[in-house]
């Protein structure tokens, strides 16, 4: 950007066109390990959540059936209904303004004193963390069963319209 501001780059297309293959890219691979010691190990494909029922960290204590809205920046939070049930990778303090919309939180991330229990916990909200890979097998809309009180993450048939 400083170099097109200071005259270097008259056609910015191409390099944009490869920072974004680089972003999807780098999107597309998989979570680095949530820890190691010493050197990284060699990153093995993605075990990601599949099914219908997922197992994680009771994070804050609560049961919530909801529709999901994944989402992937706190920028994203003006889509986020009140009800729904957040699903992210990891809650930090930017994300605290919408637990006071969201029902129910899910992240991939985090542990019982993750900024995102405890936050979940002083605001009444259930969490559930540490699901790896919850943020692919959901999608926006789906409907699920959030028990922050065992830990554990149900999708549900959709209703039935009425």
Same mark, same amino acid.
């Given at each position: 950007l400083e170099g097109w501001l200071g005259g270097e780059h008259a056609e910015l297309?191409?390099?944009?066109?490869?920072?974004?293959?680089?972003?999807?890219?780098?999107?597309?691979?998989?979570?680095?390990?949530?820890?190691?010691?010493?050197?990284?190990?060699?990153?093995?494909?993605?075990?990601?959540?599949t099914g219908d029922r997922w197992q994680g960290v009771a994070a804050a204590g609560g049961v919530v059936t #909801? @529709?999901?809205? &994944?989402?992937?920046?706190?920028?994203?939070?003006?889509? %986020? =209904?009140p009800g729904e049930v957040l699903v992210t990778s990891v809650a930090d303090v930017g994300w605290t303004p919408l637990f006071l919309v969201a029902a129910a939180v899910v992240t991939e991330l985090g542990g019982a004193l993750s900024h995102a229990?405890?936050?979940?916990?002083?605001? #009444? @909200?259930?969490? &559930?963390?540490?699901?790896?890979?919850?943020?692919?097998? %959901? =999608?926006?809309?789906?409907?699920v069963r959030v028990d922050g009180d065992r830990g554990i993450v149900e999708r549900l048939a959709p209703e039935c319209p009425t």
């Open positions: 297309r191409g390099l944009v066109a490869t920072r974004r293959a680089q972003v999807l890219r780098d999107a597309a691979r998989p979570d680095p390990p949530t820890m190691f010691v010493g050197s990284p190990p060699s990153t093995p494909p993605p075990t990601l959540a #909801g @529709v999901v809205r &994944v989402l992937r920046t706190p920028e994203e939070g003006a889509e %986020l =209904r229990a405890l936050v979940a916990r002083e605001y #009444g @909200v259930p969490t &559930v963390a540490n699901i790896q890979g919850i943020t692919r097998a %959901l =999608r926006t809309g789906d409907r």
